[in-house]
């Protein structure tokens, strides 16, 4: 079973910037995933944050649309959420998704 593991989350300013990783242990085939990241906050449900197919063609949600980016390293095995011009809404524990398991979550907390 694919595993999964997030990094780079903690605690940032209104408009600063932060960057997820996503480490799989997925052979060659990470390659043909689509992968995502969801995020929840708290007393609210997982909504979707962005994807990104094999193909490389992403798609965001309307609330991070302009400030988040998602990439992927198929060498590395890695998805990637670039994380900019923060607000505090975007406070939540972020996931990874593979098309078969979750990451454990990495907790990002927007505050002055």
Not at 58 to 72: E, L, N, Q
Not at 85 to 98: F, N
Request: proline share 3%; aromatic share 10%.
């Amino acid at each position: 079973q694919v595993q999964l593991v997030e990094s780079g989350g903690g605690l940032v300013q209104p408009g600063g910037s932060l960057r997820l990783s996503c480490a799989t242990s997925a052979g060659t085939i990470f390659s043909t995933y689509t992968m995502a990241w969801y995020r929840q906050a708290p007393g609210k449900e997982r909504e979707l944050v962005a994807r990104i197919f094999s193909s490389g063609r992403t798609m965001y949600a309307d609330s991070v649309k302009g400030r988040f980016t998602i990439s992927r390293d198929n060498a590395k095995k890695t998805v990637y959420l670039q994380m900019n011009s923060l607000k505090g809404e975007d406070t939540a524990v972020y996931y990874c998704l593979s098309p078969a398991a979750w990451g454990q979550g990495t907790q990002v907390t927007v505050s002055s």
